[in-house]
């Protein structure tokens, strides 16, 4: 395994950070292709074998069974300064905006809850989830800062925005001597590449590190064409993010299982080394052994200029889907209620 600094943070991170979504009751979330404690354990405990130490969680993950695997796992498994635990909030409920919760009592809040769930007195990384077109954002930022101050966090991240909010936040947490958001965890893998426009630019003009989940496309990118699973056949929301352009996106994954016979590997050491190359860390979720397995063997393969030209060549734009192309709504000032019930960021 390969480390390195989390933008411009102390945290010293894998190379691959084990995504947790795929951990938790099924009954509590949506997701049936969730895998129970006794199995969520197998894999985190041979991740940390591999040599993964940075892991991603979030409040919404099966109504925080996946927080609470997760730590019951790393306390059995792994000192508290070995691994790097990352978990996500959402934005506030209308009936707390209707009861006059404000942002920073909001974040407090599921904080406190998230470290109940994990069984810990801080998080190394926490995530601002989605974002809030409903509260300020001098709320959520001084709320962030609050409980960096408190102790309960070391640093902070956000996840599902765009550069011009991230720079926005940034620029006041600098003005005002609050707590900057260090990471930025967005979709982006091989077959969805329209972070580059924006944000690749500015997380390297300003050490952010990008640690995009979705990074093998809901399995689409370590698949051969016509191969299924469970995942596919029923994950509603990757389906949602990737049907409208499968055709575009079979040219690229054809050339994925070329490359990866021509090396003698996998399809998702393939995908995962091209994407190595462009960010810090992706999040890459596994519900079996053999996924972080392949992940971790992905740090150690290099692409050559020309195998990364011949991967990239077939790229289309591709629409915003999914949170973000809800955040274009918001943004357009359209009334958006935030759900934690069917659909999972």
């Known amino acids: 395994m390969q480390y390195t600094k989390l933008g411009s943070s102390d945290l010293k991170v894998s190379r691959i950070c084990m995504g947790c979504m795929g951990f938790g009751e099924a009954g509590n979330g949506q997701h049936s292709w969730t895998v129970d404690e006794e199995h969520s354990r197998e894999i985190i405990r041979r991740g940390l074998e591999l040599g993964v130490n940075f892991f991603d969680t979030a409040i919404a993950y099966q109504s925080g069974t996946s927080e609470q695997y997760l ?26 905006i209707e009861a006059g919760i404000t942002g920073q009592q909001h974040i407090e809040r599921m904080l406190d809850k998230s470290l109940a769930n994990l069984g810990m007195d801080y998080v190394d990384l926490y995530i601002y989830h989605m974002w809030d077109y409903q509260t300020p954002l001098y709320d959520i930022m001084e709320g962030l800062n609050n409980v960096v101050r408190a102790g309960k966090v070391r640093y902070i991240g956000i996840s599902n925005c765009y550069a011009w909010q991230l720079a926005k936040a940034n620029a006041l947490a600098e003005k005002e001597g609050f707590a900057k958001f260090v990471s930025i965890q967005g979709h982006y893998n091989l077959i969805f590449r329209e972070e580059e426009r924006e944000m690749a630019k500015l997380c390297a003009e300003d050490n952010i590190a990008m640690t995009p989940y979705s990074a093998l496309a809901g399995g689409r990118l370590s698949r051969h064409p016509g191969e299924t699973s469970k995942r596919l056949q029923e994950d509603d929301y990757a389906r949602l993010k990737y049907d409208a352009t499968a055709e575009q996106d079979a040219a690229i994954i054809a050339r994925v299982a070329e490359l990866a016979e021509k090396h003698g590997v996998s399809m998702t050491e393939i995908s995962l080394a091209w994407l190595l190359s462009k960010v810090t860390a992706p999040v890459v979720g596994a519900t079996k052994l053999h996924h972080i397995e392949g992940a971790a063997k992905a740090v150690d393969l290099q692409l050559s200029g020309e195998e990364t030209a011949y991967l990239e060549e077939p790229y289309v734009p591709h629409r915003l889907v999914g949170v973000m192309a809800q955040n274009t709504v918001s943004a357009a000032g359209q009334q958006h209620v935030w759900s934690t019930g069917k659909q999972q960021i």
């Not at 306390?75 to 707390?96: C, G, I, Q, S």
């Open 71 to 96: 730590g019951r796992a790393l306390r059995d498994y792994a000192k508290r300064d070995e691994a790097v635990v990352a978990t996500k909030f959402l934005p506030r409920t209308n009936e707390e």
